[in-house]
C-alpha cells in the first residue's frame, strides 16, 4: 500500500512538473509577441492598437516608456526571449543547464513581475492611463512567475537532496 | 591515506561549479536576491533618468514673460504647446482657464508657457513671433491672438504676412518686431525647447510636466489635453510633495 503510494507520487509529480515547464513556454512566447509589437510602434511611429480605455498612446508616449533611452517595451522583449531561451533549456534532460534553468526562469520571472508591478503603479499614479497591452503583459509576467515557483516545489528542485537523477 | 584521500574529495567538491554546489534553498535564495536585485537596478535607473534630461536643459533658457502666476507658487506646470495644434487651442480655452481660476489664481500653481514645435514651418514661425512680442511685454496678447487665429495646419494663418499682421493689431513696434524675426533671434531657442520638451518625454502636444517648483525627483507628465480632473490630481500630489518637503 504504502509502495503504491510512493509510486504515485514518484509518477505524479514529475508529471505536474513537466506540465508546469511546459505551460511556461507559450506564455513566453506571447509576451515576446506583445514585446515586438510594443516595439515596432515604438520605432515606427504607427499608431498603437488599443482596446479597452484607450490609453495605450499616453502611456507609450510618457517619460516612462524609455529607459536610458531604450524602450521598457523592448527590454520586455529581451526578458521575454530569455524566459523563453531558459524554459526551452529546462526541457534538456539532465546537465548543469537543465539544472539551473528552472530557477532562472523563477528569478526572470520574478524580477519581471515586480518591475512590471511598478510600471502598473506608475500608470495609475504617474501617467493617469492604463494600457491593456502592458495589462496583459504584466498578467503574464505573474503567471509565468506562479508556474515557475509551482514546478520548482513540484519537480523537488528545493530539497536539499535534489539530484539530476531524480 | 586517509588524510590524502579526503584531501582529495575536498579538492573535487571545491571544483564543482559553484551551482551545482549550491543546493535547492540556497540557489533559490541566490536567485531571489539577484532577481530582487535587478528589479531595485531598474526601478533605480529610471528615476534618475527620467525626464530630469530634458527639464534641466529648459533651466538654461529664461521663460521671463512667458508665465502665469506667482514666482514663487509650490507647484508649476511646464506646458509645452504649438500654435497650430488644435487639442492645444482646447487645452486654452478650457482646461488653462479652470486652472487659472482653481490654483493660479490661488498661488498655489505658476504655469510656464514652452514652444515645441511640431507641425511645421507655420508653427516655427509663430512661436519665434511670440517671443519677438515677448519682447515687447506682449506674449500673453500675441500667445492669446495666435490661438484664436488658428486655421488648418500650414495654410497661411501664420505665414510671414499674418505674423506681421498680428503684431500690428497689437500696437506692437513692428519695425523692431520684424527685425527680431529677420535676425532669427529666437530660432534656436524654439529648436531647444522643442527638443528638450521631447527629451522630458513628450511626442506630441500639448505635453505637460507637473512638478513640485524647485524640484523634478517625482514630476508627473500629462500627454496631451487631459481632463482638468487629471490636472487636478496631479497638482494635489505635487503640492502634497512640496508641503512635505517644507
Given amino acids: 500500500m504504502i509502495g503504491a503510494m510512493v509510486a504515485e507520487r514518484t509518477l505524479v509529480a514529475p508529471t505536474l512538473a513537466l506540465a508546469l515547464r511546459m505551460a511556461v513556454l507559450p506564455l513566453a512566447l506571447a509576451g515576446m509577441g506583445i514585446g515586438a509589437y510594443l516595439s515596432f510602434v515604438h520605432f515606427s511611429g504607427a499608431p498603437v492598437y488599443c482596446s479597452g480605455a484607450g490609453g495605450c498612446h499616453t502611456v507609450q508616449s510618457s517619460q516612462y516608456a524609455t529607459l536610458l533611452g531604450v524602450p521598457v517595451s523592448l527590454l520586455g522583449f529581451a526578458l521575454y526571449s530569455a524566459i523563453f531561451a531558459a524554459g526551452l533549456a529546462a526541457h534538456r534532460r539532465g ?22 508591478g511598478y510600471l502598473t503603479w506608475l500608470e495609475l499614479y504617474r501617467i493617469y492611463a492604463v494600457c491593456a497591452w502592458c495589462v496583459a503583459s504584466a498578467s503574464l509576467l505573474a503567471t509565468i512567475f506562479v508556474l515557475s515557483a509551482a514546478e520548482l516545489a513540484a519537480s523537488g528542485r528545493l530539497r536539499d537532496d535534489w539530484s539530476d537523477d531524480m | ?42 526601478v533605480t535607473l529610471g528615476m534618475v533618468s527620467q525626464g530630469e534630461e530634458g527639464i534641466e536643459r529648459l533651466e538654461g533658457i529664461s521663460a521671463e514673460g512667458r508665465t502665469l502666476g ?60 511670440a517671443e519677438c512680442a515677448n519682447d515687447q511685454g506682449k506674449f500673453w496678447e500675441y500667445h492669446d491672438l495666435l490661438f484664436e487665429n488658428q486655421r488648418a495646419r ?5 505665414s510671414s504676412e499674418s505674423i506681421v499682421q498680428y503684431a500690428e493689431e497689437l500696437g506692437l513696434d513692428v519695425d523692431r518686431f520684424i527685425s527680431c524675426m529677420k535676425d532669427g533671434t529666437y530660432e534656436q531657442q524654439v529648436l531647444d525647447e522643442t527638443e528638450a520638451g521631447q527629451e522630458a518625454g513628450g511626442s506630441g502636444t500639448p505635453f ?15 500627454q496631451g489635453n487631459r481632463p482638468f480632473s487629471e490636472f487636478r490630481s496631479a497638482i494635489e500630489e505635487q503640492l502634497a510633495l512640496a508641503r512635505a518637503s517644507q
Fill in chain 2, 154 to 158: 500650414n495654410s497661411g494663418a501664420f
Fill in chain 2, 70 to 129: 506667482e514666482a514663487n507658487a509650490p507647484v508649476t506646470i511646464i506646458e509645452f504647446a504649438d500654435y497650430q495644434c488644435p487639442h492645444c487651442k482646447e487645452f486654452e480655452q478650457d482646461v488653462a482657464q479652470q486652472l487659472q481660476e482653481e490654483y493660479i489664481s490661488k498661488g498655489l500653481v505658476r504655469l510656464e508657457f514652452r514652444n515645441m514645435a511640431l507641425l511645421g514651418d507655420e508653427s516655427y514661425l509663430a512661436a519665434q513671433a
Fill in chain 1, 95 to 116: 546537465g548543469q543547464a537543465a539544472r539551473v534553468a528552472p530557477f532562472a526562469v523563477f528569478g526572470l520571472a520574478l524580477s519581471g513581475t515586480l518591475y512590471s
Fill in chain 2, 208 to 222: 505637460f510636466i507637473v512638478t513640485a517648483t524647485g524640484s523634478s525627483d517625482d514630476s508627473v507628465t500629462l
Fill in chain 2, 1 to 42: 591515506m586517509a588524510n590524502k584521500h579526503r584531501s582529495k574529495k575536498h579538492h573535487q567538491r571545491s571544483s564543482r561549479p559553484l551551482a551545482r554546489r549550491l543546493r535547492g534553498p540556497g540557489l533559490l535564495l541566490g536567485v531571489i536576491g539577484v532577481a530582487v536585485a535587478g528589479f531595485v537596478a531598474l
